[in-house]
């Protein structure tokens, strides 16, 4: 790093700090903070940096700005477009991923109050908090980003973040054919399979593409049914127009207030829905959906996390169990080949690209 921007980034660094005591002073005294920070930040900038060249200043201004009320280092790296998720390992590690890809970069906090603080203030405005008695903590930005943090003295070496992109919109299913995730062949069986109600699990592992076939594939709902979509954050952007979306959410600081996902399947079949559409099963919920698919619910769509189809099956067996009615493995079993037609299994490749390995029909119990 040269010279002159060391010097500006260790300028930004002292007079955010007189900025942030000074407030705390007003606060104290009892005055009422600043409306328009901007102004103050300008105010100081030139009062404490008037040698500076416009330039100069100009740059300071907006640099303690984004470290006062901004996501300090990591305001570059979001404005990219080509960046998919932001991963922080404690306040000297910082990485991206771009095309499926991780990437280190030169982004750094200067310590781990300045992390806590970033991730304070992304927690702030949606209402949750994270500290020692609550150090994790899932949420949802407002433009759908999916937000992860642990502090420790979970996360031994500092506060973990990371945040998962979601754009505007999602690739549609003739555009994962000419990615290569789909080819034309799987695009007609799968869009045969949604058409005849089928049932539908996609499987796969961590940032596979689970989500993103899952939107593709509801491409082929017919515009006229009524889709209920449950998610612990919602992701999907159904390209359609009768659609009810419904999100999960945890207890609240004094412990009450919880929704679980089951808690919604549960309501969510009390709205007439033509299709529910199931984020992802990852708990007890996936009896609930068992349940559903045999009593006259047909053509769901829903991912899990799994290694193979064969694992998926197993896996959502075993979610099913976890909902303690005592019910035998072998009814539970019967319950998942009646009601899941295809598994439709994707893996990620080493370049970063995602492929659909394997289509399984799920063999029917008689």
Do not use: C, W
């Not at 200067?110 to 949750?128: M, Q, S, V, W, Y």
């Not at 009593?295 to 067996?317: F, I, K, M, Q, Y």
């Amino acid at each position: 790093m040269e010279a002159r921007q060391r010097h500006i980034e260790d300028l930004a660094d002292s007079l955010r700090g007189r900025l942030v005591e000074a407030r705390r002073e007003a606060a104290a005294a009892g005055s009422p903070p600043s409306e328009d920070l901007a102004a103050e930040v300008s105010s100081l900038v030139h009062r404490e940096a008037a040698l500076l060249g416009s330039a100069d200043r100009a740059a300071l201004v907006t640099r303690v700005l984004r470290d006062t009320v901004g996501l300090g280092p990591l305001e570059d790296l979001l404005a990219d477009p080509s960046v998919e998720e932001v991963m922080v390992n404690g306040p000297g590690q910082v990485y991206v991923e771009r095309g499926g890809r991780i990437e280190t970069t030169d982004a750094r906090f200067a310590d781990e109050e300045e992390l806590r603080n970033t991730i304070e203030r992304i927690l702030a405005p949606l209402g949750r908090r994270i500290d020692e008695l609550s150090p994790m903590v899932d949420a949802r930005l407002a433009d759908g980003s999916r937000v992860n943090a642990v502090i420790p003295p979970l996360a031994v070496d500092g506060p973990s973040l990371s945040i998962r992109r979601f754009g505007p919109s999602r690739p549609g299913p003739r555009e994962l054919v000419e990615s290569g995730t789909l080819t034309g062949a799987q695009l007609a069986l799968l869009e045969r399979a949604v058409g005849a109600r089928h049932s539908i699990l996609v499987s796969g592992g961590t940032g596979s593409g689970k989500t993103t076939l899952l939107n593709a594939l509801s491409g082929f709902v017919s515009p006229e049914e009524r889709l209920v979509t449950i998610e612990d954050a919602a992701e999907l952007r159904l390209q359609r127009r009768h659609v009810v979306r419904l999100e999960s959410r945890p207890a609240g600081v004094e412990g009450r207030g919880e929704v679980t996902i089951r808690d919604l399947l549960r309501n969510a079949l009390r709205m007439r829905p033509d299709r529910i559409v199931i984020g992802e099963v990852r708990g007890a919920e996936a009896l609930d959906l068992l349940t559903a698919l045999n009593t006259g619910h047909r053509g769901a769509l829903s991912t899990v996390h799994a290694n193979s189809p064969a694992d998926a099956l197993a896996r959502l067996e075993t979610l099913a169990l976890m909902a303690g009615l005592g019910l035998p493995h072998e009814a539970i079993a019967a319950q998942v080949r009646r009601g899941i037609d295809l598994i439709v299994h994707l893996e990620r490749r080493d370049d970063g690209s995602r492929r659909v390995t394997e289509i399984a029909d799920v063999p029917v119990v008689e």
